[in-house]
């Protein structure tokens, strides 16, 4: 079994941040959805990725409500 860190995109996240803090919520978006779509390979039993990947799930739904809002 791999290691999480193995699974953590930390600079899509990174930079999911910095557009969503730019207002750039569309890319953000992408950002956050990449990050989620490599954690979401993860099947560990670690609870660090797991509280993580609910993070990324929450700000991919603000960025999505944010985005098709407009």
Do not use: V, W
């Not at 730019?22 to 660090?48: E, R, V």
């Amino acid at each position: 079994m791999a290691d999480y860190i193995d699974f953590i995109d930390q600079n899509s996240i990174n930079a999911g941040n910095k557009l969503f803090e730019l207002g750039h919520y569309s890319l953000a978006l992408l950002s956050y959805q990449k990050a989620f779509n490599l954690l979401y390979k993860y099947n560990g039993d670690k609870s660090y990725p797991i509280m993580l990947a609910g993070q990324l799930r929450n700000k991919i739904s603000i960025c999505q409500i944010k985005t098709y809002s407009r």
